[in-house]
């Protein structure tokens, strides 16, 4: 009897056991199809991914080639085409005429035409250095001067240049080579070849410009000249020595021969000089000083803005004007931060204040009665 009755109990521990491995069995059967059944989901959903990039990149392709047509469904001319796709009319939608070269060319003409119809209250060129030719946007100093005068600007500015002859160069018509200030006015005037200029604006300045209708020449340098440490002020020195050198090599003595002949040649025209404004001068990083106290040889800054109105002041009677930028425009130690952007060249704010107040000079003599 007890034979049996273990042998029942291990025939049902067996059938136990079994089931068990067949409610595995089915559980992993049931598992596998779900996972199945996503998986043939997912990889559904990543075709239809595919298939709408490859859509969207053949379209991009046809815009990129430009053979991405809109077209415009007529009205159907009769019943027989209603409702047939294949034999309703399509037509183009109007394509510009020409390229865009010639849109840009018909654009240009079109800014020139309204600049000649334009209505300006005087001429004015402007002669510098590159705080007139750095910046010959809206926000520079001779756009702000030709915006607060309503005038037309032939600016003839150049970077680097000085007023005067540097020592190693000759004023010699024959052999002229220097873009400094007395070089744009021979240029001017006619007793240089202007081929030096070609590549910079003022050479195409010198070839549109009818300088007989011009209302002033504004003459602005100074910061050069006195930089190069070759340059002196003037060749006459404190105690009443006379250095051994042309005029022409210093910064007045080329400011008054550039005013001669100006003013021989133009004798209407009306002249403001500009003197340096105030510097500050770093050397990497370091500040080494400014226009007070800096001096390479012929005396700090200040004294060629000074010089300057040394010159002006001779002319004064022929119609001469002058800028004391150095002492009068409103830059000095404490706007430095606000007005210069290298300790020299001027921020777009530095730059209005500026022009603004060389602008008001000229306004006061052109117009004295306003």
């Not at 018909?106 to 005087?122: D, G, I, L, V």
């Not at 910079?200 to 549109?208: D, F, M, P, R, S």
């Not at 003595?253 to 021989?264: C, F, I, P, Q």
Request: proline content about 3%; charged content about 25%.
């Amino acid at each position: 009897m007890a034979n049996t009755r273990k042998g029942r109990q291990n025939v049902n521990m067996l059938l136990v056991v079994l089931i068990g491995f067949c409610v595995l069995a089915i559980i992993e059967i049931i598992y596998g199809q779900a996972q199945m059944r996503v998986e043939r989901q997912r990889l559904e959903l990543e075709e239809q991914n595919r298939q709408t990039v490859e859509e969207l990149k053949e379209e991009w392709r046809k815009l990129q080639d430009g053979s991405s047509v809109v077209t415009v469904q007529e009205e159907p001319e009769s019943a027989e085409s209603e409702g047939d796709p294949e034999n309703t009319p399509v037509k183009e939608a109007a394509q510009p005429e020409g390229n865009a070269d010639q849109t840009d060319a018909q654009t240009e003409e079109s800014e020139e035409e309204k600049e000649n119809e334009r209505q300006y209250a005087m001429q004015i060129v402007v002669l510098g250095d590159s705080i007139m030719d750095g910046d010959r946007t809206e926000s520079g100093a001779a756009d702000i001067i030709g915006q607060q005068l309503n005038a037309k600007i032939y600016n003839m500015s150049m970077g680097g240049t000085t007023a005067a002859l540097m020592p190693n160069e000759q004023y010699n018509f024959a052999t002229w080579e220097s873009r400094c200030l007395m070089g744009v006015v021979n240029a001017i005037v006619g007793n240089i070849n202007a081929d030096i200029f070609e590549g910079y604006a003022a050479g195409e300045v010198l070839k549109t410009c009818d300088f007989s209708k011009t209302d002033y020449f504004i003459i602005e340098y100074g910061v050069n000249d006195f930089l190069t440490g070759q340059i002196p002020n003037s060749r006459y020195l404190e105690g009443g020595d006379t250095l051994a050198i042309d005029s022409t090599h210093t910064y007045t003595g080329a400011l008054e021969d550039a005013v001669n002949r100006l003013k021989t040649a133009f004798p209407d025209a009306g002249i403001l000089i500009i003197g340096p404004h105030y510097c500050q001068v770093f050397s990497g990083g370091t500040f080494i000083g400014d226009g007070y106290s800096l001096d390479y040889g012929y005396g700090p800054l200040i004294t060629f803005a000074r010089g300057g109105g040394y010159i002006a002041d001779l002319y004064k009677e022929e119609g001469v004007l002058y800028f004391n930028a150095f002492e009068e425009s409103g830059i000095d130690a404490e706007t430095a931060d606000d007005y210069l952007v290298d300790g020299i060249h001027m921020t777009p704010l530095g730059a209005r204040v500026y022009a603004e107040k060389a602008a008001e000079l000229i306004r006061k003599d052109f117009a004295p009665e306003e």
